[in-house]
C-alpha cells in the first residue's frame, strides 16, 4: 500500500474555473440574463447577485456557472484521466452515486457492461440521457444497502465524491481480483464557508470524512488498500453569488440553506468580499484504491 498524506509536493497545482465538468478546462465566462459577470455595465449589486444565483437551474452536477465567479485548485493525480486507464482495462463497470454522469462520460470509452446509480430523480434523468448513448445503463438507487446488482458482477466500481460508501456493498459487487477506485471529500471541506454560516463546528464533525476511516473501512471489509493520498486545495469565492449557487447546489454544506434564512449574513459576506476581495477557503479531497483478493 501507497500512502500519500497531503500529498501536495512540486509546484501546486494550477487554479482553473471551479469544478466546470468532466474535462476539467478552462471555460469563458458564462452569459447569464444577456450579460458577462464581467460586463462593467451589469450592475453588481448584492440583491442583483443573490437574485440571479437563487433562480438559475442547481440539476446535474456541472458547475459552469461558477465560471469567472470562482476558481478552485485540482488535485493533483487527475481523478477522471485515472479512471479512464481503469475503465480501458475492464470489461464491466459500475459508477456509484454518478450525479448527472458527466465524470463517467467523459473518461472516456466505456466498457460492453457499464452501469451507474444515482439516487436524486433530475440526476437520474440527465445521467440517462448522458450515459444511455455511450452503452451505460442507468439505475435508480436510493444510495442504501444492498447495491440492485448481484455478487461479484464488476470488475471496476467507482465513485466521485460519494456521499456515503458501503464498503461490505463494495466489496460484495466487486469480482475477484476487481477494483474499488473513487475519489472523496476529505475532512473540514471547505469549512471556512461552512463556519461563517454555522459558527465553530465540534471536533468530531470537523474529523468526518477522514481518509483514515476510509482505510478503515476498507479493510474490514476484506479489500486491500494500494493507493491512499490526500491534499487541500484553494478555493476562492468572487462574488456572493458564488457563495448562493454553491451552498444550493451542494446542499449538505449548509443543511437547509436558504437565501431568506440567511440573509444577514449574506449581505455580511458580500460586504465582505467588496472590501476585502475572494473569500479563501480549502476543499479536502483524498483518492483511494482498494483491490478484492482473487
Same mark, same amino acid.
Given at each position: 500500500?501507497? /500512502?500519500?498524506?497531503?500529498? =501536495?509536493?512540486?509546484?501546486?497545482? #494550477?487554479?482553473?474555473?471551479?469544478?466546470?465538468?468532466?474535462?476539467?478546462?478552462?471555460?469563458?465566462?458564462?452569459?447569464?440574463?444577456?450579460?458577462?459577470?464581467?460586463?462593467?455595465?451589469? #450592475?453588481?449589486?448584492?440583491?442583483?447577485?443573490?437574485?440571479?444565483?437563487?433562480?438559475?437551474s442547481?440539476?446535474?452536477?456541472?458547475?459552469?456557472?461558477?465560471?469567472?465567479?470562482?476558481?478552485?485548485?485540482?488535485? =493533483?493525480?487527475? $481523478?477522471?484521466k485515472?479512471?479512464?486507464?481503469?475503465?480501458?482495462?475492464?470489461?464491466s463497470?459500475l459508477?456509484?452515486?454518478?450525479?448527472?454522469?458527466?465524470? &463517467?462520460?467523459?473518461?472516456?470509452?466505456?466498457?460492453? &457492461?457499464?452501469?451507474a446509480?444515482?439516487?436524486?430523480?433530475?440526476?437520474?434523468?440527465k445521467?440517462?440521457?448522458?450515459?444511455?448513448?455511450?452503452?451505460a445503463?442507468?439505475?435508480?438507487d436510493?444510495?442504501?444497502?444492498?447495491?440492485?446488482?448481484?455478487?461479484?458482477?464488476f470488475?471496476?466500481?467507482?465513485?466521485?465524491h460519494?456521499?456515503?460508501?458501503?464498503?461490505?456493498? /463494495?466489496?460484495? +459487487?466487486?469480482?475477484?481480483?476487481?477494483t474499488?477506485?473513487?475519489?472523496?471529500?476529505?475532512?473540514?471541506?471547505?469549512?471556512e464557508? +461552512?463556519?461563517?454560516?454555522?459558527?465553530?463546528?465540534?471536533?468530531?464533525?470537523?474529523?468526518?470524512? !477522514?481518509?483514515?476511516?476510509?482505510?478503515?473501512g476498507? #479493510?474490514a471489509?476484506? &479489500?486491500?488498500?494500494?493507493?491512499?493520498r490526500?491534499?487541500?486545495?484553494r #478555493?476562492?469565492? !468572487?462574488? /456572493?453569488?458564488?457563495?448562493? $449557487?454553491?451552498?444550493?447546489?451542494?446542499?449538505?454544506?449548509?443543511?437547509?440553506?436558504t437565501?431568506? !434564512? $440567511?440573509?444577514?449574513?449574506?449581505?455580511?459576506?458580500?460586504?465582505?468580499i467588496?472590501?476585502?476581495?475572494?473569500?479563501?477557503? !480549502?476543499?479536502?479531497?483524498? &483518492? /483511494?484504491?482498494?483491490?478484492?483478493?482473487?
Amino acid at each position: 500500500m501507497v /500512502i500519500h498524506p497531503n500529498a =501536495s509536493h512540486g509546484p501546486p497545482p #494550477t487554479l482553473v474555473d471551479c469544478r466546470r465538468g468532466p474535462a476539467g478546462r478552462v471555460g469563458n465566462p458564462v452569459d447569464h440574463s444577456g450579460a458577462s459577470w464581467e460586463d462593467p455595465d451589469m #450592475t453588481r449589486t448584492f440583491d442583483h447577485l443573490v437574485a440571479e444565483a437563487d433562480s438559475v437551474s442547481v440539476e446535474g452536477w456541472d458547475f459552469s456557472w461558477l465560471d469567472g465567479r470562482a476558481t478552485e485548485q485540482r488535485p =493533483s493525480w487527475g $481523478y477522471q484521466k485515472l479512471l479512464g486507464e481503469r475503465l480501458a482495462a475492464v470489461g464491466s463497470a459500475l459508477d456509484v452515486q454518478t450525479g448527472g454522469g458527466e465524470v &463517467l462520460a467523459g473518461a472516456g470509452p466505456l466498457p460492453r &457492461l457499464t452501469a451507474a446509480t444515482e439516487s436524486w430523480p433530475p440526476n437520474v434523468a440527465k445521467a440517462t440521457r448522458l450515459l444511455h448513448p455511450l452503452g451505460a445503463v442507468v439505475v435508480a438507487d436510493a444510495d442504501e444497502p444492498p447495491l440492485p446488482f448481484g455478487d461479484e458482477a464488476f470488475e471496476l466500481v467507482s465513485s466521485r465524491h460519494p456521499v456515503t460508501v458501503w464498503w461490505d456493498e /463494495i466489496a460484495r +459487487v466487486l469480482a475477484p481480483g476487481g477494483t474499488y477506485f473513487s475519489q472523496q471529500v476529505g475532512p473540514a471541506s471547505v469549512f471556512e464557508l +461552512v463556519e461563517f454560516f454555522l459558527g465553530p463546528q465540534p471536533p468530531q464533525v470537523r474529523r468526518a470524512r !477522514h481518509p483514515e476511516d476510509a482505510l478503515a473501512g476498507a #479493510t474490514a471489509a476484506g &479489500l486491500e488498500v494500494v493507493d491512499l493520498r490526500s491534499e487541500r486545495l484553494r #478555493t476562492e469565492f !468572487h462574488d /456572493i453569488g458564488a457563495v448562493v $449557487y454553491f451552498l444550493r447546489k451542494v446542499i449538505w454544506m449548509v443543511p437547509g440553506f436558504t437565501v431568506g !434564512h $440567511y440573509r444577514d449574513r449574506l449581505r455580511e459576506l458580500h460586504e465582505r468580499i467588496e472590501s476585502e476581495g475572494p473569500f479563501v477557503a !480549502h476543499t479536502a479531497r483524498f &483518492l /483511494i484504491e482498494a483491490r478484492k483478493s482473487g
